[in-house]
């Protein structure tokens, strides 16, 4: 019953920006730790940033200075704010969620949104 929702696919241009929102349903997420994937064509999946319950972040080298991700606990929703986009930012990206409180593992995954930057 719980589920992932992701939403803000699309196609930016170079420099632009995007905003990804994640739903999470059948359960509340207040006290859970939250993350951003992506997965690159011909690469590895890679964790793109992190939200702990407790509000520390993590960002992946990558993306740090130019991604920003947040979280409102009441509404189950957390965001991946995407600025000054570049093309190796295409990928797939993913939401996950812990699977328990207060844990760090991921155990719940959304079925992902297709971000596309073109040059």
């Known amino acids: 019953q719980v589920q992932l929702a992701e939403s803000g696919r699309g196609l930016v241009q170079a420099g632009g920006s995007l905003r990804l929102s994640c739903v999470a349903s059948?359960?509340?997420?207040?006290?859970?730790?939250m993350g951003w994937f992506r997965q690159a064509p011909g690469q590895e999946r890679e964790l793109v940033a992190r939200s702990g319950w407790g509000g520390a972040t993590y960002y992946a080298d990558s993306v740090k200075g130019r991604f920003t991700i947040s979280r409102d606990s009441a509404k189950n929703t957390v965001y991946l704010q995407m600025n000054s986009l570049k093309p190796e930012d295409t990928a797939v990206y993913s939401c996950?969620?812990?699977?328990?409180?207060?844990?760090?593992?991921?155990?719940?995954w959304g079925r992902g949104t297709q971000v596309t930057v073109s040059s």
């Open positions: 996950a969620a812990a699977g328990t409180d207060y844990s760090t593992q991921f155990d719940y």
């Open positions: 059948g359960r509340t997420f207040s006290r859970r730790t």
